[in-house]
């Protein structure tokens, strides 16, 4: 029989020891543990499926109770005579035939209990999900482990109720696999008298890390998670833990009228050794120099451990005279990075001044290009004028340097959002996905790709896999979430949700999400209440409004829908380089009205 269940593992240890020492006193722990587990997990409407040894393993229906129980159980255990034991949960799919059991969910949770310490309790992050809003439940986020014969790392959390023992990371040992070559490279800190400068420093940290994605067996966590940890003052192996890497490059950066020094440093995260650190006095024309010579410097320190051999391609793409345009083309990334489209559009002047001063610039070129793809892709510029900018900013861009990836990228966006040229589309990606695997806009795309094709679970682990890389980015868990709802798979997505407004409880992305999964979930009404909130952040009466009017009709309320609507019309007029046509199509499509549905969406695809 297949069921979902929490499976929890409980391991006396030392047992073994204790035998050969004293064998009464084995045997008696050993009886006190069996007889705390056979008064307490009925208690909690669990049952003990297997004794082995000096271990047992038990299911049960609900999270909460398994956690609940385990707290209850390491409290008893605590006391005298006192019986060392850890403890594993995860949830999963088992099958229990007879008196056996298996899955995969139970070679999980027996793993993370490997990680556990006497008296603590390990869960995974399926579990902290569903007893996170638990009062009586506490816990501390110890970060991702890769176990032995599983795929991707597993993000675990420990109990951290009174008397639950809570261990440091580096006291963690278990059936695991150590971080291997990965790689974070955190924001430099701009020491500079004049903070404007952050442009700089963010800018070269962030070259960087492009010039070490190049190397062939390192693995670089993505920009949006290592900059997540900007202006924090956390210990850098807690970072390396949340970021599941095993090695952290960090810096600061002085920039003074024509002169720049940089100090850089390698740092081992497990004990928080310097592997290596050296300062660069240098004038600004040098900085491409300095720039190559730290990353060849860090791929040779890591050379004795990589697996494959080294790129040799992974020099800077940047202009090798003109400073101005460099740093015109650092401040584009500075505003490309915040992702807004007012952002946008100032990031586009800026690559535009770097092509003035240095025409060939071919990375400023792919960045514009980029810029308009993501204007055109979200409704702020029309369609047709914003790809038509991006094939020939890109085609320039290629033309001049065919191993940029942003421009395969820019391409690619116009190919599925305008063109509808599905394998040209793909090919493209894959094509910049060779290039530069550490680039998280190819997962997103390749991800509504998929979703185009018919083949969600291939979106859904291409974006998995863009998560690993970037854990924690927004839009990587916000297409995430997308991605789960539109496989079917609504309670993943409502979780995806939850993780975007841990990060900002106002973040309009995370409760539109929210809205149209409970809606589809079939409590409408509900829904509502999250499109009231997604409408009052933007302030402003005319936007936002597609998911209250789809409400309203799902609901029967047909006049407040139209109301909505004439809104949505109003906007319509009002903005005219402004996509509205698809929420248009849906809200009518929502009253009932398919022929006006049917005409808007017309009205969207040939415009």
Request: hydrophobic share 40%.
């Amino acid at each position: 029989m297949r069921q979902l269940a929490a499976i929890l593992f409980a391991d006396m240890t030392g047992y073994t020891a204790l035998i050969q020492e004293n064998e009464y006193i084995a045997i008696e722990k050993r009886k006190r543990l069996k007889e705390v587990l056979e008064n307490t997990i009925p208690r909690f409407n669990g049952k003990i499926l297997q004794y082995y040894g000096d271990g047992s393993l038990s299911i049960f229906q609900s999270a909460i109770d398994s956690v609940l129980c385990s707290i209850d159980m390491q409290r008893q255990l605590q006391r005298e005579p006192k019986v060392s034991v850890r403890m594993g949960i995860h949830t999963g799919d088992v099958i229990i035939e007879a008196d056996a059991i298996y899955g995969d969910g139970v070679n999980l949770a027996s793993r993370i209990e490997s990680l556990a310490v006497p008296g603590g309790i390990f869960i995974s992050e399926k579990v902290y999900e569903e007893t996170r809003n638990q009062q009586d439940i506490s816990t501390m986020d110890m970060g991702y482990f890769e176990f032995k014969n599983v795929k991707h790392p597993i993000r675990v959390f420990a109990v951290a109720n009174n008397g639950i023992i809570v261990p440091k990371r580096s006291d963690i040992h278990g059936k695991t696999k150590q971080p291997f070559n990965r790689l974070a490279v955190l924001p430099f800190i701009n020491m500079s008298s004049d903070p404007e400068n952050e442009y700089f420093s963010d800018g070269i940290a962030e070259e960087l890390l492009n010039a070490l994605t190049r190397v062939e067996g390192l693995q670089v966590t993505s920009r949006t998670s290592a900059f997540a940890f900007k202006g924090k003052l956390i210990d850098v192996r807690d970072i390396a833990s949340q970021l599941n890497v095993d090695k952290v490059l960090e810096g600061s950066v002085r920039k003074s009228g024509n002169r720049v020094r940089i100090t850089a440093q390698l740092i081992n995260a497990v004990d928080g050794y310097h592997i290596w650190s050296e300062n660069y006095d240098r004038d600004l024309t040098d900085i491409f120099e300095v720039q190559d010579e730290i990353s060849g410097i860090i791929t040779n320190k890591l050379r004795e451990n990589l697996t494959l051999p080294v790129n040799e391609s992974r020099s800077i793409k940047a202009p090798k005279k003109n400073i101005t345009a460099y740093t015109f083309y650092l401040k584009g990334l500075h505003y490309w990075n915040k992702i807004t489209p007012a952002d946008s559009r100032k990031a586009i002047e800026c690559f535009e001044k770097a092509i003035l001063e240095e025409a060939e610039y071919a990375q400023a070129w792919a960045m514009t290009a980029l810029c308009y793809s993501h204007l055109g892709a979200t409704g702020q510029m029309l369609p047709e004028d914003a790809f038509a900018i991006v094939h020939h900013n890109a085609d320039k861009a290629l033309a001049l340097d065919n191993t940029i990836a942003e421009g395969y990228v820019a391409k690619a966006t116009s190919c599925l959002f305008y063109e509808w040229k599905w394998q040209e589309a793909y090919d493209l990606l894959t094509k910049a996905k060779e290039l530069n695997p550490g680039l998280m806009d190819i997962y997103r795309l390749l991800g509504f790709y998929y979703a185009i094709v018919a083949e969600t679970d291939k979106g859904v682990a291409i974006l998995e896999e863009a998560l690993n890389l970037d854990p924690l980015s927004p839009i990587m868990l916000n297409s995430l979430g997308n991605m789960y709802s539109f496989a079917g798979r609504f309670d993943d997505a409502l979780k995806q949700a939850d993780k975007l407004l841990e990060i900002d409880p106002k973040m309009r992305v995370a409760l539109d999400m929210k809205g149209w999964v409970t809606g589809m979930k079939g409590d409408w009404k509900e829904a509502m209440k999250y499109f009231e909130e997604v409408h009052s952040l933007t302030n402003h009466p005319l936007k936002a409004l597609t998911g209250l009017a789809f409400s309203y009709g799902q609901l029967g309320e047909k006049s407040k829908a139209l109301e909505l609507i004439k809104k949505m019309e109003q906007r319509q007029q009002e903005e005219s380089e402004s996509v509205i046509a698809p929420d248009l199509a849906c809200a009518w499509f929502a009253v009932g009205d398919r022929d006006k549905a049917n005409w808007q969406m017309k009205d969207a695809i040939e415009n």
